[in-house]
């Protein structure tokens, strides 16, 4: 038998993080996913080397726990084969772009 659903009430149902709303009642690990420019894989990298349980939900966070790695993901070593802008075209950087910033490079 399966036990029911716990959810602290203080959690908030939805969480905005990145210009992106994600829901409070996901995990983390696939409730950041919505976010544009963040695939699982990356997602879980970011969640292991912030140390934030993978199975708490999305409503237990605050933006600033999830964003601070996510926004300089070289400076918490992860790995440059992993990031989405390998050797960007205009200064040769590698970077990982998210959100809003991915749709003003396609423009």
Known sequence: MLAPLKIPLDSPHILRVLNTNINGQW???????????????????VLRKEDIDLTKRAGELTEDEVITIMQNPRQ???????????KDVKNRKYSQVLANGLGEDLE
């Not at 995990?27 to 990298?45: L, Q, S």
């Open 76 to 86: 918490y070593k992860i790995p440059d084969w992993f990031l989405n802008r390998q």
């Open 27 to 45: 995990k983390i690990a696939f409730a950041i996913t919505d976010i544009k420019g963040v695939e699982w894989r990356y997602a879980h990298v």
